[in-house]
């Protein structure tokens, strides 16, 4: 499976942004997905993930109730919603996909990554 992230720039702390990851993958329903960021110097974190059909996500606990993912899979993509943006939000997100069909936020359960996109939000 192939992901292209999107939607990554500068934004304003408090503004809302929405990134995207298109699948090369034509049954996109077969995996479960999620996204991660790493911030410079620090390690990969996990952002959210979703299962295969939507119906179960998972958030760290200091994106919760500011982002939510989502995704389509007649149009092969997974979306996350970012809205109240911070500082400590700025990034860079890879959007990722694994062979369990359920919810995962262990990046070592990942199999495909994409390139990422940087997020940057200025106070």
């Known amino acids: 499976v192939q992901l292209q992230a999107s939607g990554g720039g500068l934004v304003q702390a408090g503004d809302s942004l929405t990134l995207s990851c298109a699948a090369s993958?034509?049954?996109?329903?077969?995996?479960?997905l999620g996204w991660f960021r790493q911030a410079p110097g620090k390690e990969r974190e996990f952002v959210a993930a979703i299962n295969w059909n939507g119906g179960s996500t998972d958030y760290a606990r200091s994106v919760k109730g500011r982002f939510t993912i989502s995704r389509d899979n007649d149009k092969n993509t997974v979306y996350l919603q970012m809205s109240s943006l911070k500082p400590e939000d700025t990034a860079v997100y890879y959007c990722a996909a694994h062979r369990f069909l359920g919810v995962r936020s262990t990046k070592d359960d990942y199999d495909y990554w994409g390139q990422g996109t940087l997020v940057t939000v200025s106070s």
């Open positions: 993958e034509r049954t996109l329903s077969r995996y479960g």
